[in-house]
Every structure is written in C-alpha cells, then in structure tokens.
C-alpha cells in the first residue's frame, strides 16, 4: 500500500485540519498515512476518528515545528527533529512514497530539497500551482520556491510544468507562455526578454509572452515566471476570489428581492466557488527534486489536505518523477535543458 508521509504540525489550522483531512484521504482512497508530529498530540486528535482504520495510520514521532516566522534554514538547523525534516526524511529512506505539509513553504522546500536532492538536468525547483481559466485548468510556476532565477531556470521550469500538465491534466501539448509586462519580446526586465529567446529556440509550444490579465482566460496551459512574481499574482488572485465573494453576498441580501434572487442563484455560485477554490486541487508539486512533494496552503482545510494528499498518492502511483525525469533527460545537452 502506498504511504504518504504527512506533516501533521504544518498550516495555520494543525494539527486537528491536518489530521482530518489525512483520515478523509485513508477512507476514500486506496493508501496509508504516516502522521509525523508530536505523538501525544496526535493520538489525541485521532481519538476523535474511531471509525479509522488504525492499520492503515501510523505516527511517527517529531517533537519540534517551525513556525511561520522563523527563518527556514535557521530553524531546520537547530531543530533536527522537526515534523517536517523527519518526514522528509522517511522518503528518502523509502519508508513513505511522498510527502505533504501545509506549513512553512520554506522549510518544506529546503526539507525537501535535502532529503531527496535534485533531478538531473534541474538546477532550481519550482512550485507549480494549478489554475482556473475559461478553459481547463492551467499550471502557473514557479509561486514560491525558486525567488532568485536566471533565464535557464525559467526553461527548466516550462519543461517540467510541460510535463505535469501532460500527466495531470491529459494535455498533449501544452501551450507555454512567459509571463511578463507585456506581448512583445522587447517587454519586461532582462531576466524574461532572455527566458523568451531560450523558450523560443525550444522545442516546446511556446506562445510568447502574456499578460497578468491573461493568466485567467485559457490562452496559455503552462505560465512561467520566477517565484517572487508567481507567488505575488497567486496570492493577489486569492485575495481577490475573497473579496468577490464577499461583494456578491452582500449585493445579493440588500434587499427582499436580491435575497430571492439569492437563493435562485445560490447553486450557481457554488459552482463558481469550486472552479476558483484552491482546496479542490489541495496543493502545489514541488517540481525539479527527486521525490514526490505536495506543498498545501497554510490555510489548508479538510478538504484542501485530504485532496492534497490523494494528489501524492496519484503521483507516486503514476511514477510521476520517473516520467519528468526521463523527460527532462530526454530534453537535455551539455549545457542543460534546452527542451
């Protein structure tokens, strides 16, 4: 049975989210779960579950958490048995298949990076976040794992992301766009006028540049940018889902007619709901390392951790990293990933 190595202190809501989410995941799908954290208080939140199945669960002892506001490098350092270090690590060992945390991004990220090391021909990794457009769902990477790249980068990531949209989505071939200030080649700073040449002398179905108003409209599958802009227009966008939502509830109950209209419209805007709620993907892939890892949101719900956990079972269960890896060997020359 696959296990997936679960981060029970990581989110803003662990454990008792964390853990909800990981049973949810036990029940409806075919995989165990290794919760990783302080046993007592583990075993305290899965008392509220007698119905699981206690075989397919286990705890693993990790009695220190990095908080949000530590520094990543520092606090992994000095607390050698945090719950996310020791979860990683089982991965690495072979003990679990892949690995989920919700918590510092960081940490989960340089975790990662240290336990499983990095696939050949990959020098940075890349978060690779999924989302809605008038279409189908579209991969946007890097949000938060790579903030310093150079050009080399950039391809490398529209090269993995290439291949997770294939994998996730069953797209043939993906059409890949770089996202900058502007159409034109000319646009942008020289990090994204160099990342277009390279792009553009790939084999990929590269489209050109696009716009921060385009990442939504279906016109691009695969959007590359470096992960200080990926994780500010991803974090703009959820902010702006909230706002919406707040807006339209409140238009919506001015007055006796809009409440009727409300509840004529109610299904219509659970809809709307799902195709922009990040917990109905769960998480973000760590691409570029040699291991499985999903990267949750630290205000990862049930919902969101139990579909995060059910993608690192679908990942290690399709082999994913031995596909991007063939595919990036595939895709490299002395020098790199040229695509």
Same mark, same amino acid.
């Not at 049973?23 to 008392?47: K, M």
């Not at 080399?152 to 890949?176: E, K, N, T």
């Not at 553009?200 to 108003?213: P, Y």
């Given at each position: 049975?696959?296990?997936?190595?679960?981060?029970?202190?990581?989110?803003?809501?662990?454990?008792?989210?964390?853990?909800?989410?990981?049973l949810?995941?036990?029940?409806?799908?075919?995989?165990g779960?290794?919760?990783?954290?302080?046993?007592?208080t583990?075993?305290a939140?899965?008392?509220?579950?007698?119905?699981?199945?206690?075989?397919?669960?286990?705890?693993?002892?990790?009695?220190?958490?990095v908080?949000?506001e530590?520094s990543?490098?520092?606090?992994?350092?000095?607390?050698p048995?945090?719950?996310?270090?020791?979860?990683?690590?089982?991965v690495?060992?072979?003990?679990?298949?892949?690995?989920?945390?919700?918590?510092?991004?960081?940490?989960?990220?340089?975790?990662?990076?240290?336990?499983?090391?990095?696939?050949?021909?990959v020098?940075?990794?890349?978060?690779?976040?999924?989302?809605?457009?008038?279409?189908?769902p579209?991969?946007?990477?890097?949000?938060g794992a790579s903030?310093?790249?150079?050009?080399?980068?950039?391809?490398?990531?529209?090269?993995?992301?290439?291949?997770?949209?294939?994998?996730?989505?069953?797209?043939?071939?993906?059409?890949?766009?770089l996202?900058?200030?502007?159409?034109?080649?000319?646009?942008?700073?020289?990090l994204?006028?160099?990342?277009?040449?390279?792009l553009?002398?790939?084999?990929?179905?590269?489209?050109g540049?696009?716009?921060?108003r385009d990442?939504?409209?279906?016109?691009?599958?695969?959007?590359v940018?470096?992960?200080?802009?990926?994780?500010?227009?991803?974090?703009?966008?959820?902010?702006?889902?909230?706002?919406?939502?707040?807006?339209l509830?409140?238009?919506?109950?001015?007055?006796?007619?809009?409440?009727?209209?409300?509840?004529l419209? *109610?299904?219509?805007?659970r +809809? /709307?709901?799902r %195709? &922009?709620?990040?917990?109905?993907?769960?998480?973000?892939?760590?691409? !570029? =390392?040699?291991?499985?890892?999903?990267?949750?949101?630290?205000?990862?719900?049930?919902?969101?951790?139990r579909n995060?956990?059910?993608?690192?079972? *679908?990942?290690a269960?399709? +082999? /994913?990293?031995? %596909? &991007?890896?063939?595919?990036?060997?595939?895709?490299?020359s002395?020098? !790199? =990933?040229?695509?």
């Amino acid at each position: 049975m696959i296990q997936i190595a679960v981060d029970a202190m990581g989110g803003d809501f662990a454990p008792r989210r964390v853990v909800d989410g990981a049973l949810a995941a036990v029940r409806h799908f075919d995989l165990g779960v290794t919760l990783v954290g302080p046993s007592a208080t583990i075993e305290a939140e899965l008392a509220r579950h007698p119905d699981v199945d206690r075989a397919r669960v286990r705890i693993v002892e990790a009695p220190d958490v990095v908080s949000m506001e530590e520094s990543p490098s520092a606090a992994l350092r000095r607390k050698p048995a945090a719950s996310i270090k020791v979860a990683a690590e089982m991965v690495a060992r072979g003990e679990a298949a892949a690995l989920f945390s919700a918590g510092h991004t960081g940490a989960t990220v340089m975790a990662a990076h240290a336990a499983f090391g990095m696939l050949p021909g990959v020098d940075r990794p890349a978060l690779a976040a999924t989302v809605p457009t008038r279409r189908r769902p579209a991969v946007l990477l890097d949000v938060g794992a790579s903030v310093e790249c150079r050009p080399s980068h950039l391809l490398q990531f529209a090269v993995m992301g290439s291949m997770y949209a294939r994998v996730a989505f069953g797209i043939d071939s993906p059409r890949v766009a770089l996202l900058s200030t502007g159409h034109e080649e000319t646009k942008g700073n020289e990090l994204t006028r160099e990342a277009h040449r390279l792009l553009k002398g790939s084999a990929l179905a590269f489209i050109g540049n696009i716009e921060a108003r385009d990442v939504y409209s279906g016109a691009a599958d695969v959007i590359v940018c470096d992960g200080f802009t990926g994780n500010v227009a991803l974090k703009i966008s959820e902010g702006l889902v909230d706002v919406v939502e707040e807006l339209l509830s409140e238009e919506l109950s001015r007055t006796i007619t809009m409440r009727v209209g409300s509840l004529l419209t *109610r299904r219509a805007l659970r +809809r /709307f709901r799902r %195709r &922009v709620d990040y917990s109905e993907y769960g998480g973000a892939p760590l691409l !570029g =390392v040699a291991g499985v890892a999903i990267v949750g949101h630290g205000r990862s719900s049930a919902k969101a951790v139990r579909n995060a956990v059910a993608m690192a079972y *679908r990942f290690a269960a399709s +082999r /994913f990293i031995e %596909r &991007v890896e063939h595919e990036i060997a595939a895709s490299t020359s002395p020098t !790199g =990933v040229k695509a």
